[in-house]
Antibody, heavy 120, light 107 residues
């Protein structure tokens, strides 16, 4: 069965960095685009970034552009989110999510989420 | 960016009631509209994709309709396990955007 398991969250000071990982299993990881989505405490869902199946194209929300980098290692079935210059407003649960089809589409599987807290 | 206006923001209904949530896009998104259910402390779950297609394993009391800018999500007979927040999402254009959510409670 499909599984997505995030890790790497934690408490970081403003201006600091973190790298999130999302370990995928149960499907052909290299065939599907992947997303990161976040949810601030008590708030709605915010799309963060998308990477195509082969890593050839990457897209970002304006709120994280220039600070966050999405990447993937298809040999390790793992998705990453490098987060630099973190701000208090980046505090959220971060989810990785799989595209339902090989193109951009609905998110049919989500990880359990990892909490990032940016605080001094 | 495409704005997704979802209403109501919350509702209270009785078990067995028909529940309807609407989502309006700020521009034509064809049928590139999905619906998710999120229970407290859990990840979202895909219910409806491409406006009207029921995801595998999702009960048939959930349905979706619409195209262009106006979309509707319906629970035909509300069950206690349907207590959750529901989100619409467009993927016609990047950035992908979500509606603000509808919190569904039992009266």
């Amino acid at each position: 069965q499909v599984q997505l398991v995030e890790s790497g969250g934690g408490v970081v000071q403003p201006g600091g960095s973190l790298r999130l990982s999302c370990a995928a299993s149960g499907f052909t990881f290299s065939s599907y685009g992947m997303h990161w989505v976040r949810q601030a405490p008590g708030k709605g869902l915010e799309w963060v970034a998308f990477i195509r199946y082969d890593g050839s194209n990457k897209y970002y929300a304006d709120s994280v552009k220039g600070r966050f980098t999405i990447s993937r290692d298809n040999s390790k079935n793992t998705l990453y989110l490098q987060m630099n210059s973190l701000r208090a407003e980046d505090t959220a649960v971060y989810y990785c999510a799989k595209c339902r089809t090989t193109g951009t589409s609905a998110f049919d599987y989500w990880g359990q989420g990892t909490l990032v807290t940016v605080s001094s | 960016d495409i704005q997704m206006t979802q209403s109501p923001s919350s509702l209270s209904a009785s078990v067995g009631d028909r529940v309807t949530i609407t989502c309006q896009a700020s521009q034509d998104i064809s049928n590139y509209l999905n619906w998710y259910q999120q229970k407290p402390g859990k990840a979202p779950k895909l219910l409806i994709y491409d406006a009207s297609n029921l995801e595998t394993g999702v009960p048939s009391r959930f349905s979706g309709s619409g195209s262009g800018t106006d979309f509707t999500f319906t629970i035909s007979s509300l069950q206690p396990e349907d207590i959750a927040t529901y989100y619409c999402q467009q993927y016609d254009n990047l950035p992908i955007t979500f509606g603000g959510g509808t919190k569904v409670e039992i009266k």
